[in-house]
């Protein structure tokens, strides 16, 4: 089975200071992909980054950077000088290959962004 | 191109009731899938259509249904409602299901259950 955890269930920082969240999953796998989304207060879960298992460089867009680490089967997301804007629930996911569309979420991290 | 857009988006339902959600995906997508979010459970997968077939399902009771039309659209229907079913039901749709498709997500529709 797989499983995807969160450890922090809440962050909370100050406009531009640098944040990491936090992803560890769980697979027997060894064809699998992992998935970042954002969870804005309107409820829509918006895609950021797709990741498989055979591709370990990591990313860079804007902001955003993805650090995966196959050794520790870690997934992490940094957010580099944070916006008021970046203030909602982040969510981890892992998809096997013979599992269709079948998601497993991690059970987010609710980021709060103050001015 | 519309995205992924879900009918009704809110709905009180007592007790006992049957509800039937609808989504609809985006024009060209053959695979929907629904999922459940809750405060306690989190997001958790309910099943997946694909070409009129469900290609998987989440552990889930009986009570929890769908089926998918021609068209790509597709309907959940929740019978007997519970309490627990209380509850922002999300669909997401993509080209084929799988591998290296990304799945996009509709608004959601939130279950309240009285």
């Known amino acids: 089975a797989q499983k995807v955890t969160q450890a922090q269930t809440e962050i909370s920082v100050v406009e531009k200071e640098d944040v990491t969240l936090d992803c560890v999953y769980e697979?027997?796998?060894?064809?699998?992909?992992l998935f970042w989304y954002k969870q804005p207060p309107s409820g829509e879960l918006v895609f950021l980054i797709r990741r498989n298992s055979f591709d370990e460089q990591n990313e860079i867009s804007g902001r955003y950077s993805w650090n995966f680490q196959k050794s520790t089967s870690s997934f992490n997301f940094t957010i580099t000088a944070s916006q008021v804007v970046d203030s909602a629930v982040y969510f981890c996911a892992l998809r096997i290959n013979n599992a269709g569309n079948m998601l497993t979420f991690g059970g987010g991290t609710r980021l709060m962004v103050k001015p | 191109k519309a995205g992924v857009t879900q009918t009704p988006r809110y709905l009180i339902k007592t007790r006992g009731q049957q509800v039937t959600l609808s989504c609809s995906p985006i024009?060209?997508?053959?695979?929907v899938s629904w999922y459940q979010q809750t405060p306690g459970q989190g997001l958790q997968f309910l099943f997946e259509?694909?070409?009129?077939?469900?290609?998987n399902k989440g552990n889930f009771p009986g009570r929890f249904s769908g089926r998918q039309f021609s068209n790509s659209r597709s309907e959940m229907n929740v019978s007997t409602l519970e309490l627990g079913d209380s509850a922002l039901y999300l669909c997401a749709s993509s080209l084929l299901g799988g591998g290296r498709d990304e799945q996009f997500f509709g608004p959601g529709t939130r279950l309240t259950v009285l």
């Open positions: 697979t027997r796998d060894t064809t699998y992909y």
């Open positions: 024009s060209g997508h053959r695979s």
């Open positions: 259509y694909f070409s009129e077939t469900q290609r």
